[in-house]
């Protein structure tokens, strides 16, 4: 099936929700394809850039951890292993290993908040996870108790 959109459609939608993080997104239409799709990232900047300077080493991880609330423990084992780089460090394959099990558990969580948090709700139809409360207990519970 072929729709023809005539004249040029332009979509601009400013703060999407449900995504983790800010954005806005802008569509254009001509001749029924599409010639432009742009995603803009719209957080404001923080300067943990300017944070880390002149913080000890042993300091930084703890740092960039605070970046994002959602991925803190990749954002910290960046920080660790260019600072391992920078020292000329290798750890442990023991030590890679419990690495890639926390980066691995962080997913996991990642995971369950995005679907039970944020896409939940359209596929429950309560606009928001506060409904899910009374509406589907059940669901509002395995959430819970996956997140941690």
């Given amino acids: 099936m072929k ?3 005539d004249p040029p459609i332009n979509i601009e939608v400013e703060h999407i929700a449900r995504v983790e993080g800010h954005g806005n997104i802008q569509i254009r239409i001509e001749d029924n394809k599409l010639v432009e799709c742009t995603w803009e990232v719209v957080e404001t900047p923080r300067f943990f850039e300017v944070m880390m300077k002149g913080l000890s080493i042993e300091m930084a991880p703890l740092l960039a951890a605070r970046i994002c ?3 803190s423990i990749s954002h910290a084992l960046v920080s660790a292993r260019a600072a391992e780089r920078a020292l000329g460090i290798e750890i442990p394959d023991t030590a890679k290993k419990v690495r890639l099990l926390a980066k691995h558990a962080e997913t996991l969580q990642s995971h369950t908040l995005h679907l039970f948090f944020l896409v939940a709700p359209d596929l429950l139809d309560t ?3 506060i409904p899910i409360a009374k509406t589907h207990p059940q669901v509002l519970q395995i959430a819970t108790s996956l997140k941690g």
């Fill in 3 to 5: 729709i023809n959109i």
């Fill in 69 to 71: 609330g959602i991925c």
């Fill in 127 to 129: 606009g928001s996870v």
